[in-house]
């Protein structure tokens, strides 16, 4: 069983920045996928960014070039930056992990960013 603990959401003003994190119970050394997920209201969850255990690095085309996922084994956190950011990203963030096939959830953060 894997716990996973997000923090780091908030209100922002379009352009402003912020920084997620998603800390897990667990050693993360053997987490074959980690990433962050986001729903906005009415719409269905979908895929933000996303790393995977060799190390490959997946972003939402929606994201790329302003978000930066990464990870830190030490601390068994998974971080998700974000900056010039946009009204349409607002929404419920959701960290997930996958260990041995098996999909774990956050409880989730919510970012706003207003116009």
């Known amino acids: 069983q894997v716990q996973l603990v997000e923090s780091g959401g908030g209100s922002v003003q379009a352009g402003g920045a912020l920084r997620l994190s998603c800390a897990a119970s667990?050693?993360?050394?053997?987490?074959?996928?980690m990433g962050w997920y986001r729903q906005a209201p009415g719409k269905q969850r979908e895929l933000v960014a996303l790393?995977?255990?060799?190390?490959?690095?997946n972003y939402a085309d929606s994201v790329k070039g302003r978000f930066t996922i990464s990870r830190d084994n030490a601390k068994n956190t998974v971080y998700l930056q974000m900056n010039s950011l946009k009204p349409e990203d607002t929404g419920i963030y959701y960290c997930?992990?996958?260990?041995?096939?098996?999909?774990?959830w956050g409880q989730g953060t919510q970012v706003t960013v207003s116009s």
């Open positions: 667990t050693s993360i050394f053997s987490i074959t996928l």
């Open positions: 790393i995977i255990s060799r190390g490959s690095i």
């Open positions: 997930k992990m996958v260990r041995s096939g098996l999909p774990y």
